[in-house]
């Protein structure tokens, strides 16, 4: 069983992330910018290039920012919430009119139409808002009326909580189940079908019909989302690099780096391990980053120490 310790992104430039991030969220920086070592550049394809992390961190949990000189390719035009690459940090919220009112100081570019939306009862009862960030990563605001959910998060100082889960669009839901329960032991936890027109707004798609299927680590929170789009079909196709700025991913620690190598590679998916074997990059069916990090000498932020 693996623990899910982070998120990473990739960006243009730290210090407008930081601001951003800072300012519009309440992240706080964990650390100065610092180069990314070796021996994970190696492993996610980035050794002859020069590679420059950001850690943050927002309640408990931590998002490391990755800027690459040369850069990869941009964050591809006209982004909607079907495509492959799509991955949103799902932010939870104490009070959604002023987290929106903080929020829209720095304008960001929203994904959902008409502000936040409240799904119906059926699918959670939930209000949220989507929007990007200044690369055009999505990010999702969320308030959890009642239920596990809102316990969850109910002593977790400040407006911006945390890190709920982070979701992924996948064209083939199969795929990614058998990866995510498979080699990383996953566990299901929910599944539904959202759609209507809080959902078009919400996603900012027309008639959507979305699986929502919620997967659980050891810990709950955060946790993994799968969104598979039934109605509009996933068309589109891209082949991400780790230094592409649209490029995502989560964290883990795992124990048994060699045999999760192994695992992951009976999918017919192609791990990169360090030399030292405390790494091991992965891309997901759908392209999404996975980035394993053996668990003993952690640092506090999830990361194996230098």
Not at 207 to 235: C, G
Not at 264 to 286: F, K, M, N, W
Request: glycine letters at 10%; one cysteine or more; charged letters at 20%.
């Amino acid at each position: 069983m693996q623990a899910l310790v982070g998120f990473g992104r990739t960006v243009a430039d730290l210090a407008v992330t930081e601001a951003f991030y800072r300012e519009g969220l309440g992240f706080a920086r964990v650390a100065p910018p610092e180069p990314v070592p070796a021996w994970q550049a190696d492993a996610m394809g980035l050794a002859d290039r020069r590679a420059t992390q950001l850690r943050m961190r927002l309640g408990g949990q931590t998002v490391t920012f990755l800027a690459v000189d040369p850069p990869g390719a941009p964050y591809p035009g006209d982004p909607a919430a079907t495509d492959p690459f799509f991955q949103h940090l799902a932010i939870p919220v104490r009070d959604m009119e002023a987290a929106m009112a903080q929020l829209s100081r720095l304008a960001p570019s929203p994904i959902s139409r008409g502000g936040a939306q409240r799904l119906p009862a059926s699918t959670g009862g939930v209000t949220a808002f989507k929007f990007r960030d200044p690369d055009g990563h999505p990010l999702e605001l969320i308030f959890f009326p009642d239920g596990v959910p809102a316990a969850r998060w109910r002593d977790a100082p400040g407006l911006f909580l945390g890190i709920d889960h982070s979701a992924i669009t996948v064209a083939d839901l199969d795929a990614a189940l058998a990866f995510l329960i498979g080699p990383l032991g996953l566990t299901l936890a929910a599944r539904g079908l959202n759609q209507g027109p809080e959902q078009a707004r919400l996603d900012g798609v027309d008639d959507p019909q979305v699986d929502v299927i919620a997967l659980e680590p050891p810990e709950p929170a955060p946790h993994v989302e799968l969104l598979h789009y039934r109605v509009p079909a996933t068309k589109r196709r891209l082949s991400v690099g780790p230094g592409d700025r649209s490029a995502t991913r989560y964290v883990f620690s795992a124990a048994d780096m060699q045999g999760l190598s192994r695992r992951i590679r009976e999918t017919g998916l192609a791990p990169q391990a360090s030399a030292d074997g405390t790494v091991i990059y992965c891309a997901g069916p759908d392209g999404h980053g996975f980035l394993f990090v053996r668990d003993q000498g952690l640092r506090s932020d999830g990361l194996p120490r230098a």
